[in-house]
């Protein structure tokens, strides 16, 4: 029970990093926090949780559902850094508050 | 829960939030980064402490090895294009903390009705186990994994030498 509070706080944590931070690496970074914080809230639950009807979950497939959770992260790291590289060669500057106009 | 595993359970508690804060917190971006890492093993070790040993080792190739790396070699480009590391500024705001802790609330009454039905401990899982249901019912799922993968791939390739230098 105590894992799902921690979990849950860490979220919030790096919400608050995503709406504080003022510069694309420290948001990308608290994404990361948040998406580590999901998965072990996830990973945790369904490891130590009874269904209703009494059934345990498999715990193969838990543990497949968290390599693909950890792929899609992998991917969107990758993007989000690429995007953050490409922004600072052309813009000359990693801050949030500069990039005002989409352009292709 | 014994002894140890109470023990396991808080170390792994301080050093998630320690790394977690650092990264919301930091000024420094390679203490940030430090942060990060910490953070990302203590999952790993989150996985272990569940009994996920497979995660907890992909957790450890794929974060440790790959993403943290990847972020290392991004803050160096980035130094090289604007000449100066970056810089990391926040701004603290009442309102965006109300978010935050308003969020947490949230989570924590939906989830209130999950714990009468959570068991002491967690079921181990084999690496058998694992590929028996990635190569079996989540094959699907393994074959668009590897594309999306792919796809990213492609698309950092193409955003990062779109402009040309």
């Known amino acids: 029970m105590n894992f799902v509070i921690l979990a849950c706080a860490l979220f919030a944590l790096g919400l608050y990093g995503v709406m504080s931070r003022r510069d694309i690496i420290g948001v990308l970074a608290s994404v990361e926090v948040m998406l580590g914080s999901g998965t072990v809230l996830l990973v945790g639950l369904s490891s130590s949780m009874t269904a209703a009807s009494g059934v345990r979950p498999d715990p193969g497939a838990l543990t497949a559902i968290g390599v693909l959770i950890i792929v899609v992260a992998a991917a969107e790291a990758a993007v989000g850094l690429a995007v953050l590289v490409s922004v600072a060669r052309i813009l000359h500057t990693t801050r949030v508050d500069g990039l005002t106009e989409v352009k292709g | ?165």
């Open chain 2, 1 to 165: 829960m014994t002894m140890s595993g109470q023990l396991a359970f808080w170390v792994l508690a301080a050093i998630s939030v320690l790394g977690a804060a650092t990264v919301v917190f930091g000024r420094d971006v390679t203490r940030m980064v430090l942060g990060l890492g910490a953070f990302l093993l203590s999952v790993a070790g989150w996985f272990l402490f569940f009994g996920q040993t497979f995660l907890a080792v992909a957790q450890v190739f794929v974060y440790v090895g790959g993403v943290l790396v990847l972020v290392l070699f991004a803050i160096m480009l980035v130094h090289r294009a604007e000449g100066k590391d970056p810089a990391l500024t926040s701004r603290h705001d009442v309102d965006i903390a109300a978010v935050a802790l308003s969020v947490f609330g949230i989570m924590v009454v939906s989830l209130r009705s999950v714990w009468p039905r959570m068991t002491e401990g967690p079921v181990p899982t084999s690496t058998t186990q694992v590929s028996e249901q990635l190569l079996g019912a989540y094959l699907p799922h393994l074959e668009a994994a590897g594309l999306l993968l792919l796809a990213a791939m492609v698309a950092a390739i193409v955003i990062m030498g779109g402009e040309g230098e």
